[in-house]
């Protein structure tokens, strides 16, 4: 594959994954730069993601980046995809002409893999046909020793939930409560109001359990989920295709009322007026006036 084009009901998981290794390694953020779909030359040869060290002396300790050093080039499969033995050998020849293009030190550079299935095939090429030592110092990482460059292989469904939520998730096959905690931890890091590729794809490929999300009577998802779509419409195809517009509409169209009559009060009027004038019911408006 040259050019990354996704087939898997139009879902464009590579673009989720540009924002979740960013999510996975925020912490550095200010010593990294993400390029994504860097292109080695004027034809369509294309690295799905790389990560180029800003201060050469900033060590990543987080298990997926520890092995980085200047110049890291990433190939993400996407849960229904793998890494072959070519796919593996393709990524090489990329990085043997970053190398040449932007006349990196050979040293310097790093190739990690992802993907969501156990690599079986792959490992035992690397073992047992080039002889490679074959480590796994985190859980769902495995290090290759002994080929031209430093390698990672990361099975994403055994990383940890705790430390790598982001990757992990990268799934159609997710639980209700992982996609409440997923939003709630997006929230909790002030993302979940920008137009982004990372939620959009996953409310996309889990469209069902956002159903259940919803209905499971937490008033704190709901109100995520409301203010994203309020504040940038991102969300509007899916809540349309789940049936969640008008309930959406309907908290939207409170708020903005419960603001209107906070100004009314602030101007003195009565809470019957107030009541009148923004059609909330005078309970409402007795506690805004608490």
Same mark, same amino acid.
């Given at each position: 594959? #040259?050019?990354?084009?996704?087939?898997?009901?139009?879902?464009?998981?590579?673009?989720?994954?540009?924002?979740?290794?960013?999510?996975?390694?925020?912490?550095?953020?200010?010593?990294?730069?993400? %390029?994504?779909?860097?292109?080695?030359?004027?034809?369509?040869?294309?690295?799905?993601?790389?990560?180029?060290?800003?201060?050469?002396?900033?060590?990543?300790?987080?298990?997926?980046?520890?092995?980085?050093?200047?110049?890291?080039?990433?190939?993400?499969?996407?849960?229904?995809?793998?890494?072959?033995?070519?796919?593996?050998?393709?990524?090489?020849?990329?990085?043997?002409?970053?190398?040449?293009?932007?006349?990196?030190?050979?040293?310097?550079?790093?190739?990690?893999?992802?993907?969501?299935?156990?690599?079986?095939?792959?490992?035992?090429?690397?073992?047992?046909?080039?002889?490679?030592? %074959?480590?796994?110092?985190?859980?769902?990482?495995?290090?290759?020793?002994?080929?031209?460059?430093?390698?990672?292989?990361?099975?994403?469904?055994?990383?940890?939930?705790?430390?790598? %939520?982001?990757?992990?998730?990268?799934?159609?096959?997710?639980?209700?409560?992982? %996609?409440?905690?997923?939003?709630?931890?997006?929230?909790?890091?002030?993302?979940?109001?920008?137009?982004?590729?990372?939620?959009? #794809?996953?409310?996309?490929?889990?469209?069902?359990?956002?159903?259940?999300?919803?209905?499971?009577?937490?008033?704190?998802?709901?109100?995520?989920?409301?203010?994203?779509?309020?504040?940038?419409?991102?969300?509007?195809?899916?809540?349309?295709?789940?049936?969640?517009?008008?309930?959406?509409?309907?908290?939207?169209?409170?708020?903005?009322?419960?603001?209107?009559?906070?100004?009314?009060?602030?101007?003195?009027?009565?809470?019957?007026?107030?009541?009148?004038?923004?059609?909330?019911?005078?309970?409402?408006?007795?506690?805004?006036?608490?």
């Amino acid at each position: 594959m #040259v050019v990354l084009a996704e087939t898997e009901e139009n879902i464009y998981w590579h673009s989720a994954f540009y924002e979740a290794i960013q999510l996975e390694l925020s912490e550095y953020a200010d010593s990294l730069d993400f %390029i994504n779909e860097y292109q080695l030359s004027k034809e369509a040869l294309i690295m799905d993601v790389l990560v180029v060290k800003k201060e050469q002396d900033v060590h990543i300790e987080k298990n997926i980046g520890s092995i980085f050093k200047g110049h890291n080039i990433i190939e993400y499969k996407s849960e229904k995809d793998y890494i072959s033995v070519d796919d593996y050998y393709k990524v090489f020849g990329y990085a043997n002409l970053y190398k040449a293009f932007e006349h990196a030190n050979i040293d310097d550079i790093t190739i990690t893999f992802v993907e969501t299935k156990h690599p079986r095939n792959l490992l035992n090429h690397l073992k047992t046909v080039r002889g490679f030592e %074959i480590i796994e110092p985190y859980n769902g990482i495995y290090y290759i020793k002994g080929d031209l460059f430093p390698v990672q292989i990361i099975e994403s469904k055994r990383l940890s939930k705790e430390e790598n %939520i982001w990757i992990k998730s990268l799934s159609s096959n997710l639980k209700a409560a992982d %996609i409440a905690k997923l939003l709630e931890v997006y929230q909790s890091i002030g993302r979940i109001e920008k137009n982004n590729a990372y939620i959009s #794809v996953i409310m996309d490929a889990n469209a069902e359990m956002m159903k259940e999300v919803l209905a499971m009577s937490s008033a704190v998802l709901k109100e995520i989920l409301t203010e994203a779509f309020e504040k940038n419409g991102w969300m509007k195809e899916a809540f349309e295709k789940n049936g969640w517009m008008k309930e959406a509409e309907a908290k939207i169209e409170e708020r903005k009322a419960i603001e209107v009559a906070k100004e009314l009060l602030n101007m003195g009027m009565t809470i019957e007026q107030v009541a009148k004038a923004t059609k909330l019911s005078l309970e409402k408006i007795i506690l805004l006036k608490q």
